[in-house]
């Protein structure tokens, strides 16, 4: 490999980490390096988060410590197979750059990902060397989120936790059928297995905090990804792993990636993305689930039996078009559950709704004041002066309370 400068290593590196969208910085322990100790902060003014057209957050310096890698993941531009211009960093290199872009307050931390060079082992430990030296060496108060390697020791992984503040473990494709077809070296149970490794030590490491010196580990726990549009996975099939993962490895988030068409693409791979609107409606469903207390089967139910969501109305609207015998849902009386599958209403303004009827009966007026449009909730609402009649029964429901289409990209 022909010597390169730390600029040109950081063109190439940075540009191939940009495939990786699980690097969001929610849900860690506040530290901060007011009172002249350390250096950084997960906190205060200063720190935001950006995100970059297609959606994918850009506030962390996002790098990989090298696109050299001996696997052959069908989808991957750093492949081993892929004909792409390599880098390498030093461990150091990363620290150095980490610092120098923290101290110019262009990132609020570092998210570390990595081709698999030698052997996952070799690998993991060059990982956690540099989350080490940040904490250690530097003193560095930071965001650090790490890339896991699924087959390395899970000593190596426990470690990378007590440096990072979140680790996650890319599942990669929801099935196992599409892991064997598009990542023949990966296995999902390895994969699934590390996950447990992790949430176990995630949870030990909680157990201790009542020893004032037990080290924290990934106190922003550890998230996952998948790749969505490059298998045949439907959107039930993906929803359901998701599901599956959070409830068994208490994953912080899960994180989908439209697949994007890669240079010199293997022949197994579809020629199209996928419509980046259905990531969004993938979002849309893990917030349900999240937030709203749908149930995986209430998404699977509103993808019907093609197992698509449709993409011209969010889930919530079609889960709510499919069961019209559950609305209309009156508003001065039904309970919080209820009230969150109206379409149209979020947690605020269900709160909100929650706390007023205790004082006084609500009125359409009321509502209006909640909502984004108060026409497009009307056929699924009771309240004291209006109750929709014929409009809930209306077999063209879809149209009046769909949003109004809008123009699609013309080169998405
Ligand atoms: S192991 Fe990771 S970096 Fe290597 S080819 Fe597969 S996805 Fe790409």
Same mark, same amino acid.
């Given at each position: 490999?022909?010597?390169?400068?730390?600029?040109?290593?950081?063109?190439?590196?940075?540009?191939?980490?940009?495939?990786?969208?699980?690097?969001?910085?929610?849900?860690?322990?506040?530290?901060?390096?007011?009172?002249?100790?350390?250096?950084?902060?997960?906190?205060?003014?200063?720190?935001?988060?950006?995100?970059?057209?297609?959606?994918?957050?850009?506030?962390?310096?996002?790098?990989?410590?090298?696109?050299?890698?001996?696997?052959?993941?069908?989808?991957?531009?750093?492949?081993?197979?892929?004909?792409?211009?390599?880098?390498?960093?030093?461990?150091?290199?990363?620290?150095?750059?980490?610092?120098?872009?923290?101290?110019?307050?262009?990132?609020?931390?570092?998210?570390?990902?990595?081709?698999?060079?030698?052997?996952?082992?070799?690998?993991?430990?060059?990982?956690?060397?540099?989350?080490?030296?940040?904490?250690?060496?530097?003193?560095?108060?930071?965001?650090?989120?790490?890339?896991?390697?699924?087959?390395?020791?899970?000593?190596?992984?426990?470690?990378?936790?007590i440096h990072s503040d979140r680790v996650s473990i890319n599942i990669?494709?929801?099935?196992?059928?599409?892991?064997?077809?598009?990542?023949?070296?990966?296995?999902?149970?390895?994969?699934?297995?590390?996950?447990?490794?992790?949430?176990?030590?995630?949870?030990?490491?909680?157990?201790?905090?009542?020893?004032?010196?037990?080290?924290?580990?990934?106190?922003?726990?550890?998230?996952?990804?998948?790749? =969505?549009? /490059?298998?045949? #996975?439907?959107?039930?099939?993906?929803? !359901? &792993?998701?599901?599956? +993962?959070?409830?068994?490895?208490? $994953?912080?988030?899960?994180?989908?990636?439209?697949?994007?068409?890669?240079?010199?693409?293997?022949?197994?791979?579809?020629?199209?993305?996928?419509?980046?609107?259905?990531?969004?409606?993938?979002?849309?469903?893990?917030?349900?689930?999240?937030?709203?207390?749908?149930?995986?089967?209430?998404?699977?139910?509103?993808?019907?039996?093609?197992?698509?969501?449709?993409?011209?109305?969010?889930?919530?609207?079609?889960?709510?078009?499919?069961?019209?015998?559950?609305?209309?849902?009156?508003?001065?009386?039904?309970?919080?559950?209820?009230?969150?599958?109206?379409?149209?209403?979020? =947690?605020? /303004?269900?709160? #909100?709704?929650?706390?007023?009827?205790? !004082? &006084?009966?609500?009125? +359409?007026?009321?509502?209006?004041? $909640?909502?984004?449009?108060?026409?497009?909730?009307?056929p699924f609402i009771v309240a004291e002066d209006w109750r929709p009649?014929?409009?809930?029964?209306?077999?063209?429901?879809?149209?009046?309370?769909?949003?109004?289409?809008?123009?699609?990209?013309?080169?998405?």
């Amino acid at each position: 490999m022909a010597q390169l400068d730390v600029r040109h290593k950081l063109e190439i590196l940075a540009d191939a980490a940009k495939y990786d969208a699980s690097c969001a910085s929610s849900g860690t322990a506040k530290r901060d390096s007011r009172g002249g100790k350390g250096i950084g902060s997960t906190e205060g003014m200063g720190i935001c988060h950006a995100y970059a057209p297609d959606g994918r957050c850009i506030s962390l310096l996002k790098i990989l410590l090298t696109n050299s890698c001996i696997f052959d993941c069908h989808y991957c531009v750093n492949r081993k197979s892929s004909n792409v211009r390599r880098a390498r960093f030093t461990a150091k290199e990363v620290v150095d750059l980490t610092l120098a872009f923290y101290k110019r307050n262009y990132v609020e931390g570092l998210f570390l990902s990595s081709g698999i060079i030698r052997s996952p082992d070799y690998t993991m430990e060059q990982i956690v060397e540099v989350a080490r030296s940040l904490r250690e060496d530097h003193d560095f108060r930071g965001y650090i989120h790490l890339k896991t390697i699924p087959d390395a020791d899970p000593e190596l992984v426990r470690l990378a936790g007590i440096h990072s503040d979140r680790v996650s473990i890319n599942i990669e494709l929801p099935t196992e059928r599409g892991l064997k077809r598009l990542a023949p070296e990966k296995d999902g149970q390895r994969i699934e297995a590390a996950m447990a490794d992790v949430a176990h030590a995630i949870d030990d490491a909680a157990d201790a905090t009542r020893y004032k010196h037990a080290p924290r580990l990934a106190p922003a726990g550890q998230s996952t990804q998948m790749i =969505v549009g /490059a298998d045949s #996975a439907t959107d039930s099939d993906i929803v !359901l &792993r998701a599901s599956s +993962l959070y409830g068994r490895y208490k $994953l912080r988030r899960v994180y989908y990636s439209a697949f994007s068409p890669i240079p010199d693409a293997s022949a197994v791979l579809p020629l199209r993305r996928p419509p980046l609107m259905r990531e969004h409606r993938l979002y849309q469903s893990d917030w349900l689930m999240r937030f709203y207390g749908f149930q995986p089967q209430d998404v699977v139910a509103a993808a019907g039996p093609t197992g698509m969501l449709p993409l011209d109305i969010d889930p919530k609207l079609a889960w709510a078009l499919k069961h019209r015998e559950r609305f209309p849902v009156d508003l001065n009386r039904a309970p919080k559950e209820m009230l969150l599958r109206i379409p149209g209403l979020g =947690v605020k /303004a269900v709160n #909100a709704i929650l706390a007023s009827r205790r !004082l &006084r009966r609500l009125r +359409l007026d009321d509502i209006a004041r $909640l909502t984004v449009s108060i026409a497009r909730l009307r056929p699924f609402i009771v309240a004291e002066d209006w109750r929709p009649t014929l409009l809930a029964d209306r077999a063209d429901l879809k149209p009046l309370v769909a949003p109004p289409r809008e123009q699609l990209e013309l080169f998405g």
